[in-house]
T-cell receptor, first 114, second 115 residues
Framework: AQKITQTQPGMFVQEKEAVTLDCTYD???????LFWYKQPSSGEMIFLIY????DEQNATEGRYSLNFQKARKSANLVISASQLGDSAMYFC???????????WGAGTKLIIKP | EPEVTQTPSHQVTQMGQEVILRCVPI?????FYWYRQILGQKVEFLVS????????KSEIFDDQFSVERPDGSNFTLKIRSTKLEDSAMYFC?????????????FGPGTRLTVT
């Protein structure tokens, strides 16, 4: 079974610094996708970024980029120029291309300090 | 911007009662999902639904649970005979056909409290 690992339960980062949130996954599939979602304290789940396993370029969305290292099976989220509003839980999730259920990591709680 | 909506936002029920959680997916989406998140824990997949039938379900999704798309817009999760351990946030999500976009759009969630 696929397993998603987020090794950082919590992180404190100074405002305006860049931050990298780690995610590794375990799969024998060749075709799959990786997601990052943000969950603020209000509870909603906000999509941030998606990377397909066959995408040659790392995905970027505004201040978010995904550092995809397929051989290492890692898909780290990089947030540039962090803001106070970035304080939230961040979840990495995986899906096969043969089905679409998301398998989730345990999350990282990010706190941005002013 | 289109969004997934869920009602109610919070439901309190007594153990053994039945609850129905409602979702309105984004109108042109074809895949629908239910996930749950027990407080402080990771998100867990429950079920996916496509073309008016269940396409996948997890081990959690036992006979206590059922899903239905009673009309062209609503997507419901029914939990029969609720247990204390069913207390969680339940998220509905929807997505377009694969090949168009894999992004799953989540609703705001229903917090279910079983007492």
């Amino acid at each position: 079974a696929q397993k998603i690992t987020q090794t950082q339960p919590g992180m404190f980062v100074q405002e305006k610094e860049a931050v990298t949130l780690d995610c590794t996954y375990d799969t024998s599939d060749q075709s799959y996708g990786l997601f990052w979602y943000k969950q603020p304290s209000s509870g909603e789940m906000i999509f941030l970024i998606y990377q397909g396993s066959y995408d040659e370029q790392n995905a970027t969305e505004g201040r978010y980029s995904l550092n995809f290292q397929k051989a290492r099976k890692s898909a780290n989220l990089v947030i540039s120029a962090s803001q106070l509003g970035d304080s939230a839980m961040y979840f990495c999730a995986f899906h096969h291309d043969s089905n679409y259920q998301l398998i989730w990591g345990a999350g990282t709680k990010l706190i941005i300090k002013p | 911007e289109p969004e997934v909506t869920q009602t109610p936002s919070h439901q309190v029920t007594q153990m053994g009662q039945e609850v129905i959680l409602r979702c309105v997916p984004i109108s042109n989406h074809l895949y629908f999902y239910w996930y749950r998140q027990i407080l402080g824990q990771k998100v867990e997949f429950l079920v996916s639904f496509y073309n008016n039938e269940i396409s996948e379900k997890s081990e959690i999704f036992d006979d206590q649970f059922s899903v239905e798309r009673p009309d062209g817009s609503n997507f419901t999760l029914k939990i029969r005979s609720t247990k204390l351990e069913d207390s969680a946030m339940y998220f509905c999500a929807s997505s377009e056909a694969p090949g168009q976009s894999y992004e799953q759009y989540f609703g705001p969630g229903t917090r279910l409290t079983v007492t």
